[in-house]
Nanobody, 123 residues
Framework: QVQLVESGGGLVQTGGSQMLACAAT????????MAWYRQTPGKEREWLAT???????SYADIVKGRFTVSRERGSYIMLLFMNALTEEDTAVYYC?????????????????WGQGTQVTVSS
């Protein structure tokens, strides 16, 4: 069974830094794009950053220059380094990945979400 496991959330002071990790586990053939999203109550989930399997990174304007996504080529692990955090960054952070499982019935690409990890920024 394929799943995404996130870690690293918690309480951080305003202006501080935090690192999140996302690992894809299970019977995997390949992991394509991996991405970070976040969501606050009453709002839609918003995209933050993407790391492709070939290490091409892209960022939403709201985090560009403050957040850095890291992933080794072909790796199943993605990190998110968050700097200069403000209270507006308080949210549940989710990992998303497009994963091809080892399936004897043929190749297919499935969307997977992690369980989410809470990041709370407070002074």
């Amino acid at each position: 069974q394929v799943q995404l496991v996130e870690s690293g959330g918690g309480l951080v002071q305003t202006g501080g830094s935090q690192m999140l990790a996302c690992a894809a586990t299970g019977n995997i053939f390949a992991v394509e794009d991996m991405a970070w999203y976040r969501q606050t109550p009453g709002k839609e989930r918003e995209w933050l950053a993407t790391a492709t399997a070939t290490r091409k990174m892209s960022y939403a304007d709201i985090v560009k220059g403050r957040f850095t996504v890291s992933r080794e080529r072909g790796s199943y692990i993605m990190l998110l380094f968050m700097n200069a955090l403000t209270e507006e960054d308080t949210a549940v952070y989710y990992c998303h990945a497009k994963i091809s499982p080892n399936d004897p019935d043929g190749w297919h690409l499935d969307d997977h979400w992690g369980q989410g990890t809470q990041v709370t920024v407070s002074s």
